[in-house]
């Protein structure tokens, strides 16, 4: 599944909280995409929200990219599985994050994995909020590192 960086989300449930609703780090492997390197910040809060998903969905999906990474490599479909996940390369729900201004952003789990895997770069208003974002002290990362 594939949504444009920042474009509307219309997929699953969204909180009534929302002022608007929209897509991040819907990555496929038939769409460019931004790289870049990302604040360590954003990345273990990303890591953070992706332990405690929303949306779940019965089946999973696969990073589309590894995937195709290991089947050039003719990996056979039965140790592909495994392989994908050891790799962190299957998700099965979404992630949210909320905005200052109550937009919420919704990404699949898979983003933290397009991040340090694939140096994928979301745009910037979405990690500014997931900085900003208010994150229950249970699930909050240790940022002093
Ligand atoms: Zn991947």
């Avoid at 589309?64 to 050891?86: G, I, P, T």
């Avoid at 745009?123 to 900085?131: G, N």
């Amino acid at each position: 599944m594939h949504f444009d960086d920042l474009s509307e989300y219309t997929y699953g449930e969204r909180p009534k909280s929302c002022t608007g609703a929209l897509a991040v780090g819907w990555l496929a492997l038939s769409a460019p995409f931004v790289m870049g390197a990302i604040s360590r910040a954003v990345m273990s809060r990303v890591k953070v929200l992706v332990e405690n998903p929303i949306n779940l969905t019965r089946g999973y999906h696969a990073c589309e990219f590894c995937v195709d990474h290991l089947r050039n490599h003719k990996v056979d479909s039965r140790a592909l599985v495994r392989q994908l996940r050891d790799l962190g390369a299957l998700g099965n729900g979404e992630i949210l994050v909320t905005g200052l201004d109550g937009v919420c952003y919704f990404s699949p789990v898979l983003v933290a994995h397009y991040m340090e895997v694939h140096e994928y770069c979301p745009p910037l208003e979405y990690c500014e909020a997931v900085v900003s974002m208010h994150l229950d002290a249970a699930v909050r990362p240790d940022e002093r590192r």
